[in-house]
């Protein structure tokens, strides 16, 4: 079963190929998961999983990954969600890159002619946060994302899955 972590390493192998295809310098820093020193006692959360540097931008991301057919809004605790708010109120970019990982029912394998769902998607934090507060249930379903947010195309890169986060990386609002 692939993990969160093994989603942002895709990410991270997919950056010189973006780089490439952009014609431009994409900086992908990824935030370490403790920052602790070796007599700490206490090792503060981190803001969010990383960001990217892209035409003198600051474009932060959470990244998350889910084997069912939606993503719970408590995946994004209540420090990250703010973290990606102040980002946004600083003048910056800020998303839930969301990558679905799951074996479609038979009933959806007909509907789409496919088996398994392997995508990903980045949502606007803002939005996230209004999808969160409108919603009905605790979660957002795979047909909210297909709908509502940035599609963030797969790419072989070497045999192995990658991310072409252009779309994420070129939009303005």
């Excluded at 507060?133 to 192995?160: D, M, R, Y």
Aim: net charge positive; hydrophobic share 45%.
């Amino acid at each position: 079963m692939v993990k969160e972590k093994d989603f942002l390493s895709e990410v991270t192998a997919s950056i010189p190929w973006v780089s490439a295809a952009l014609g431009s310098h994409v900086e992908w820093t990824k935030i370490p998961d403790s920052i602790a020193g070796p007599n700490s006692r206490f090792s503060a959360p981190k803001a969010y999983d990383g960001f990217f540097c892209y035409c003198g931008g600051h474009i932060a991301v959470e990244a998350k990954m889910t084997h069912g057919m939606s993503v719970s809004f408590s995946a994004l605790n209540d420090q990250q969600e703010s973290k990606l708010i102040a980002t946004t109120a600083a003048g910056c970019r800020a998303f839930v890159l969301v990558n679905f990982r799951t074996q479609f029912s038979q009933l959806e394998q007909k509907r789409r002619g496919i088996d398994r769902c392997i995508m990903a998607f980045a949502v606007p934090v803002l939005q996230w946060v209004s999808a969160r507060q409108i919603a009905c249930k605790g979660s957002l379903p795979l047909s909210w994302f297909e709908s509502n947010a940035i599609v963030i195309p797969k790419i072989a890169i070497n045999g192995a899955i990658g991310w072409d986060v252009r779309p994420m990386l070129e939009i303005t609002f």
